[in-house]
Structure formats: C-alpha cells, structure tokens
C-alpha cells in the first residue's frame, strides 16, 4: 500500500510546474529508495515497539493470568505513555493543519489577486535583439516593424513590447535614484524606483488605464522633451494631493531630467503579493531596450496565435532568441506554483497527520475502556446512566486532548512567522485559522472518541461485570 502511495505522490509532485526546482529534476523510484525507506520503517517498528514491550514484561505475572489488567496495567496509567504520545500525535497534527489551513486560505486569496492589467487572451514572447548589430534607432525600426506586422495577423486585436514582463521572476529589473525638482531631498533621501521601457500602445494592449495626462505618443521622439508615465502609487507618495503631470525629476546616476506625462493604474509588477513598488514606465522612442517582450492581445486563444507570431518573429529578426513564448495565464500559473505545491503537500500530510491523530485517540479510548469493564458494569449496575459512564470517558481522553491542542497552537503560532513571507493576504499567527483548525480537531476527536464508549455503555451491567 505505501508503495503504490509513493508511486501516486511522485506523479503529482512532478505534475506540479515549479519555476525554482530545476526542469531536470529526477525523483526515481528505485531499490536503493524503497530500501531506505524499507529501512525506517524497521527503525520506526523497533522505537515505538520497544515502550509497550517493555511495559508488558514489568507487569504482574500472576495479575494477568488471572485477567486482572487493571492491575496489570496500573504502572502505564499511573504515568500515562499512552497519553503522552497521543498528545504527542495531536500537537503535531495541529501544526500540519495550521499550516495546511493557512497555505490553503493563502493559495484562495492569490487567486483572487487582481494583476492590474486584463489577463484573458494575453500572449507573450520574449526575444533579443542583442545580436543582431542595430543601433538604438535601427531597433526600433525593426521592433516597429514586427509590432505592425503581428497586428496584421489574423487573430491579433493589438500587440506592444516591453523591456519587462509582468511578473515574470526572469525579466530584468532596472532600478534608479529619483530626485524630484523642488523636492527639497538629498540624493540619500530620494526614492528608488523601478522602470520599464515600453512601446506605444502598450498601456491599452495590457488593459492599463491611464488614469491622468496621457500615455506615449508618437510625438515622443529622442530628441524631444523626455516623458515618463507613473503608477498611482508613485504619484500618491511622492506628489501628496497633487497632480504629478508636468511634473519633473532627475533618474541617477545618469542624471536624466524627465518630465511626468501621465499617471497609470497600479499593477503587480514583480510578484502577487508584492507591496507595490515606486514604477516608471519610459517609452521606447526615448529609452533603447535590446531584450524586449512582445506583448499580443488576441481575438481568440493565444495559442492559435503563437506559431504565426514566432514566424514573423524569426522572418524579421533572423538569429534573435525567443525565450519560452506564453500565455499571461501560464505566468500567472508559475507565480502560482509553489503555493500550489506548498498547499497540496501540507494538504496531504496533513489529512494523515489527523488520520493517525484520530485512530490515537479512538485506540487510547479503547484500551481505556478495555481496562474498566467491570468498572463501567459497576457503576451502569449501581444506577449510574449511560450518558454519565460517556461523559466520564470523553472528559479523560479530552484533557489528554486539550494538553496536545495546546501545545500544537502554540507551536503553530511561532511556525507561522517564518511562513509569513510565502502566505498572500495573510498574517502570521492568524487567529482564524488557529481557531478554524482547533474546532476541527475538536469536532474529530470527539467523533473518534464517541464510538468506542458508547459501545462499551450499550451493553448490559451483567454482562460486563461476567468480563
């Protein structure tokens, strides 16, 4: 059975696509593992075998020929083994579903993160005019022409380029000192802001409105006024109450003075659950980019699209490298990835972290009442009602219980803080999810535990006290 587990667990580890694990990963299922884990298994069986065997042989010889295994099991209940490791079982249950709950609730909330730009029917391919021995001007030439003549294909509602794609973990991050005119701030003091080289048509293609002033034109030539659009964000922060168009600053250490053409919407630029940065966008025309990325708003589905664009791509910049063409979709699947795997992997052991915390619990209710047959006949034939003998069980293995989810909170609450940095739209130590995960283990732990006693409390008085 564990076998055929693992064979299952390889095939949907490797299912899931992982930017920061290598392509080339191997996880081989060969002798050499199933012999390791053959392995510990012994180990484990040895470890957790040894207490109850050891138990077994300090017990009263004669006590338990005679069946009287309350005597023989006095010593473990005097110092509780069996509860120590059941409440063992729970805390660490209670970690595994702390942090399942939180992936999970984390995974929820970055699907529901808006980007800032219109995802549906977004293509990309990025490519490298590095190569190909053109000047600024004759690049933009070319990048001029590919952009006319991917529009022209069928399919095609718009396309741009950019120097970044959003949200791609591989697109350049260029970052400079910006100080404002009349700002009255040192270089020290001065923001740091990333920018992005983009080309017209680029805020509609991506679906970015701009908010105030206006975006790049063809009026934006090299030798004309150097223009910059800003995000809201930047234009809140620096410009408080202000309209920030006309506007000028100094980019360093170039010492480039541009002026505020307009302001765009806030987008996520680097990561879903980024705080958003200070963001310049400077036009093409202005500001050369040899490693650029073709943006395509499509009709239809992007891949019916793809092979066309790649064409006139290698037609028109013969040579030039074309980095892994996709869908925005597929990037945002990337940005995804790891709390997708993060929450499947916490997801599964934690559903068998709580299997083997339920059958504890259901096994220590057991053994207890095993042990105090004629206890439970005794006090069923002295007029106590059932519900009473119930009750007096669950209270015993709900202690053993709330000392274990005690100390699984806690432990949680101190796991969180250094998963903080994974989870979107979550805090560390969240109080819902530490109350959420605690009424579930309640809520199963009661269930495990009702069934046992109240099989040993629907027999009759006579027939236990015979036992």
Same mark, same amino acid.
Request: glycine content about 10%.
């Given at each position: 059975?564990g076998?055929?587990?693992?064979?299952? =667990?390889r095939r949907?580890? +490797?299912?899931?696509?992982?930017?920061?694990?290598?392509?080339?990963?191997e996880?081989?299922l060969?002798l050499?593992?199933?012999?390791?884990?053959f392995?510990?298994?012994?180990?484990?069986?040895?470890? @957790?075998?040894?207490?109850?065997?050891l138990q077994?042989?300090r017990?009263?010889?004669?006590?338990?020929l005679?069946?009287?295994f309350?005597?023989?099991a006095?010593?473990?209940?005097?110092?509780g083994?069996?509860?120590?490791?059941?409440?063992?079982?729970?805390?660490?249950?209670?970690?595994?579903?702390?942090?399942?709950?939180?992936?999970? $609730?984390s %995974?929820?909330?970055?699907?529901?993160i808006?980007?800032?730009?219109?995802?549906d029917?977004?293509l990309?391919v990025?490519?490298d005019? *590095?190569?190909q021995?053109l000047?600024?001007?004759e690049?933009?030439?070319?990048?001029?022409?590919i952009?006319?003549?991917v529009?022209?294909?069928p399919?095609?509602?718009?396309?741009a380029? =950019?120097?970044?794609?959003?949200?791609?973990p591989?697109?350049?991050?260029?970052?400079r000192t910006?100080v404002? !005119?009349?700002?009255g701030?040192?270089?020290?003091?001065?923001?740091?802001?990333?920018m992005n080289?983009?080309g017209m048509g680029?805020? *509609?293609?991506?679906?970015?409105?701009v908010l105030a002033?206006?975006?790049?034109t063809? *009026?934006?030539r090299?030798?004309?006024?150097?223009?910059?659009?800003?995000?809201?964000t930047?234009?809140?922060?620096? $410009?408080?109450? !202000?309209s920030?168009?006309?506007?000028?600053?100094t @980019?360093l250490?170039?010492n480039?003075?541009?002026e505020?053409?307009?302001?765009a919407?806030?987008?996520?630029?680097?990561?879903?659950?980024?705080?958003?940065p %200070?963001?310049?966008?400077?036009?093409?025309?202005?500001s $050369?980019?040899?490693?650029?990325?073709?943006?395509?708003?499509?009709t239809?589905?992007p891949?019916v699209?793809?092979?066309?664009?790649?064409r006139t791509?290698?037609? +028109?910049?013969?040579?030039?490298p074309?980095?892994?063409p996709?869908?925005?979709?597929?990037v945002?699947?990337?940005?995804?990835a790891?709390?997708?795997?993060g929450?499947? %992997?916490l997801?599964?052991?934690?559903?068998a972290?709580?299997?083997?915390t339920?059958?504890g619990l259901?096994?220590?209710?057991a @053994?207890?009442v095993?042990q105090r047959?004629?206890e439970?006949g005794l006090?069923?034939a002295?007029?106590a009602?059932?519900g009473?003998v119930?009750?007096?069980?669950?209270r015993?293995?709900?202690?053993?219980?709330?000392?274990?989810l005690a100390?699984?909170? =806690?432990?949680?609450?101190?796991?969180s803080f250094?998963l903080?940095?994974?989870?979107?739209g979550? !805090?560390?130590?969240?109080?819902t999810a530490?109350?959420a995960?605690a009424?579930?283990?309640?809520v =199963?732990a009661?269930a495990?535990s $009702?069934?046992?006693?109240?099989?040993?409390?629907?027999?009759?008085p006579?027939?236990?006290?015979?036992?």
């Amino acid at each position: 059975m564990g076998v055929l587990l693992a064979v299952w =667990a390889r095939r949907a580890l +490797l299912g899931f696509e992982n930017p920061i694990l290598p392509a080339t990963l191997e996880v081989p299922l060969d002798l050499r593992v199933l012999l390791f884990a053959f392995g510990v298994s012994l180990v484990a069986a040895f470890v @957790f075998g040894l207490a109850p065997a050891l138990q077994a042989s300090r017990s009263a010889p004669i006590a338990a020929l005679r069946g009287d295994f309350d005597a023989a099991a006095a010593g473990l209940r005097r110092f509780g083994l069996r509860s120590v490791l059941v409440a063992g079982q729970v805390a660490l249950s209670t970690v595994c579903l702390v942090a399942t709950v939180l992936f999970l $609730w984390s %995974l929820r909330n970055a699907l529901q993160i808006d980007p800032g730009f219109t995802t549906d029917d977004l293509l990309a391919v990025t490519f490298d005019l *590095d190569g190909q021995g053109l000047g600024p001007e004759e690049g933009r030439q070319l990048v001029r022409r590919i952009v006319e003549q991917v529009e022209a294909l069928p399919g095609v509602r718009s396309a741009a380029v =950019a120097a970044s794609l959003p949200l791609d973990p591989d697109a350049p991050r260029l970052m400079r000192t910006a100080v404002l !005119e009349g700002g009255g701030k040192t270089v020290e003091e001065s923001p740091i802001v990333q920018m992005n080289t983009v080309g017209m048509g680029y805020f *509609d293609t991506l679906g970015i409105p701009v908010l105030a002033g206006r975006g790049f034109t063809e *009026d934006d030539r090299p030798e004309g006024r150097a223009v910059v659009v800003v995000n809201r964000t930047m234009a809140e922060k620096l $410009w408080p109450g !202000e309209s920030p168009v006309g506007r000028r600053m100094t @980019f360093l250490p170039e010492n480039e003075v541009v002026e505020v053409a307009g302001v765009a919407r806030d987008a996520k630029y680097n990561s879903l659950g980024e705080e958003t940065p %200070l963001y310049v966008y400077r036009p093409l025309a202005q500001s $050369w980019a040899a490693r650029l990325t073709l943006h395509v708003r499509t009709t239809g589905r992007p891949d019916v699209v793809l092979e066309p664009v790649l064409r006139t791509l290698r037609t +028109l910049a013969p040579g030039a490298p074309l980095l892994r063409p996709s869908t925005i979709p597929q990037v945002l699947g990337r940005q995804l990835a790891l709390p997708r795997l993060g929450a499947g %992997l916490l997801a599964f052991f934690g559903g068998a972290a709580l299997l083997l915390t339920l059958v504890g619990l259901a096994g220590l209710v057991a @053994f207890s009442v095993s042990q105090r047959v004629r206890e439970i006949g005794l006090r069923l034939a002295l007029g106590a009602r059932r519900g009473q003998v119930v009750a007096l069980f669950l209270r015993e293995v709900l202690r053993v219980f709330a000392c274990g989810l005690a100390l699984g909170l =806690a432990g949680a609450y101190a796991l969180s803080f250094p998963l903080a940095g994974l989870l979107y739209g979550m !805090e560390a130590g969240d109080p819902t999810a530490l109350l959420a995960t605690a009424l579930l283990l309640t809520v =199963a732990a009661l269930a495990a535990s $009702w069934w046992p006693v109240q099989k040993a409390a629907a027999v009759e008085p006579v027939v236990l006290l015979r036992r």
